[in-house]
């Protein structure tokens, strides 16, 4: 019986090691695993703050082609519209330099000499003026009303106050130079007086 009792003490001596060494092998396990899970979890973390850093990147890079490709396209824009400028307001030089012309024909016409010569000479003069009118008004010039119409600095440079029972404040009374739009837009502005 001693024997077996030795037998057992043995079996359960072995038994506890044997436990013992399978619960420093779990820990060992646990430890490696807890390990491994850390590293896995700072590699993971690498590498989401990798992704992090190339998608904000990405992002960048794509904020700037697209406005690049705004500037392109406002630039391009921006071209079309001056190109039709030029092209449209591209006679205004030689129509600004033909309005002193235009200024002498009227002012030619409205002292005209009376009599059978003056008449005829009055009359071909006054075709000229309306061919070269003509001319002009295809190319887009247009003289500007400016009598009655209320003061615009835009269209019209004041030279005179006048007192005026005829018009309120602020109106045109008399246009002392004629005004001329090329295509809507003021090539010159008419003199005129303003009533005070």
Known sequence: MKEEQVQDSGVAEDNAINEESAADQAEAVSNNDTEAAGEAVQAASGDSDEIKRLQELADEYQGRVLRVQADYDNFRRRTLKE???L???????LVTELLPVVDNFERALATAPAGSDGDAF???VNMIFRQLEGVLKSEGLTPMETVGQPFNPEFHQAIMQVESEEYEEGIVTEEVQKGYLLKNKVLRPAMVKVSM
Do not use: D, R
């Not at 092209?87 to 030089?93: E, G, L, P, R, V």
């Open 83 to 85: 190109k039709e400028e």
């Open 87 to 93: 092209a449209q307001y591209a006679t205004s030089k």
């Open 122 to 124: 009055a009359k071909g």
